[in-house]
């Protein structure tokens, strides 16, 4: 139950950062998609000119999405309806049109003979070329990671889980995919039926693999302890990063708490106040294993769940945002916040990290580029929130939730040069 607890506190989580900005957030990146000065428009007496670089998406380390990937072949995107939607549609950000690659007459995407077709998807991305997708059948009660060339051509089934028994139910994750592997979660749960005809679950395994997408060989990296798995933050070659969560003694249970704080007390606060964390390192083939981070150091949790990009990880101790890069094993630090705020959050894309700070009324938000250290600040409009918050990105663009002129938050894209100039004008949907 413990890892159904934590699945549902990360949900929580990305949820919480989507929608309150302040409360949740090589020798540099490789491939440069434009260069430009720009200026902070924060409307701050200070405003200095500033050499801002966007980059193009990291062609290793490519996490799988559930709702939005980044399309190397296309420049846009990848899209479909989390559960509901079977196949995917693409869209163009600079034509702003959707279509679904498929080019079929008269096909309804409703079979894998449909090159848009993947079944129920849970996690996919685009990755040298191809579609890598984990799919649920059989009711959600099997799991398959399946693939197909991105140009089109038949669906390819390279690891399939069915449950043997039928209180079973094998629903398994898709991390991503890095250096020519798959990373996934085998998930098992075991159910019973109650007296009143409900189903409880009984039993849970978990384990972390890698699947190699030449030999398609499977190698168990870590099975489940207490009932629970590290969260994966990133990997890259042979080093991966994880971060593991352990409630202090005496904690009172999450609803209990819940039921004693006063209203509008941010949820995650019982994380802070009872969640023990460390971040740490791990070398696929030695195993050996090198703290990072852990609470001894004053360690700020983030619930963004954009906390690694291409090499890198962030993290932040005390007022200072840090990043650790997994191929030199070193760390930087990148930034450090020029007043004690009450909130922090920080997020990483596009060879930035946004780091966002505040109070209950007021937010602040800089970027800051990870070669060069070069910082912008971010327009947040006098408000107590990040004015777009970053979900998604591509080449050029990124989408994000912005508040339209009704106050109803809803997803637009906006190019990443607009992002930085806080040209929110330039936002479509």
């Known amino acids: 139950m413990k890892r159904r607890f934590l699945a ?4 929580m989580a990305v949820l919480l950062a989507s929608f309150t900005g302040c409360y949740s957030a090589q020798d540099g990146p490789s491939t440069l998609s434009s260069s430009q000065t720009m200026q902070s428009n924060s409307g701050s007496a200070a405003e200095n000119s500033v050499e801002i670089r966007t980059y193009d998406i990291p062609e290793e380390n490519v996490q799988a999405g559930t709702r939005y990937v980044p399309s190397p072949t296309t420049g846009g995107f990848w899209m479909w309806t989390l559960f509901i939607q079977n196949y995917i549609q693409a869209y163009d950000p600079v034509t702003k049109s959707t279509y679904i690659p498929c080019y079929q007459t008269g096909c309804e995407h409703s079979d894998a003979f449909c090159s848009a077709y993947f079944g129920e998807i849970s996690g996919l991305a685009e990755y040298r070329g191809n579609f890598y997708a984990m799919i649920y059948y059989n009711d959600d009660t099997a799991s398959a990671f399946v693939t197909r060339p991105v140009s089109g051509g038949p669906l390819q089934i390279l690891a399939s889980w069915e449950p043997e028994n039928d209180n079973e139910v094998y629903r398994c994750g898709f991390y991503g995919l890095s250096f020519g592997k798959a990373y996934l979660t085998v998930s098992k749960e075991t159910y019973t039926l109650t007296e009143d005809g409900q189903q409880e679950l009984v039993g849970e395994e978990y384990s972390d693999c890698s699947f190699d997408l030449k030999t398609g060989k499977m190698m168990e990296l870590m099975r489940d302890v207490d009932g629970t798995l590290p969260y994966m933050y990133g990997v890259w070659e042979d080093s991966v990063v994880y971060q593991t969560l352990e409630t202090v003694k005496g904690a009172p249970a999450f609803e209990d708490w819940v039921a004693q704080q006063p209203e509008g007390t941010p949820w995650d606060l019982y994380g802070r106040q009872y969640y023990n964390y460390r971040l740490y390192s791990r070398n696929l083939k030695t195993g050996d294993e090198k703290t990072i981070v852990d609470m001894s150091e004053n360690f700020v949790w983030t619930a963004d769940p954009h906390k690694s990009w291409g090499q890198y990880v962030v993290y932040q101790v005390g007022r200072s945002v840090y990043v650790y890069d997994m191929e030199t094993q070193t760390v930087k630090e990148l930034f450090t916040y020029d ?23 007021t937010c602040r938000a800089w970027a800051i580029d990870i070669a060069d250290e070069s910082v912008v600040e971010l327009d947040t409009r006098g408000g107590n929130a990040i004015a777009i918050t970053p979900e998604y990105e591509c080449n050029d663009y990124i989408v994000g939730l912005l508040a339209n002129q009704t106050g109803k938050v809803e997803e637009y894209y906006i190019s990443k040069e607009d992002f930085y100039r806080s040209n929110y004008d330039g936002t479509f949907s």
């Open 8 to 11: 549902f506190l990360v949900c």
């Open 339 to 361: 007043q004690d705020w009450k909130n922090y959050n920080y997020m990483i894309l596009d060879g930035h990290v946004i780091a966002i700070c505040g109070t209950g009324d």
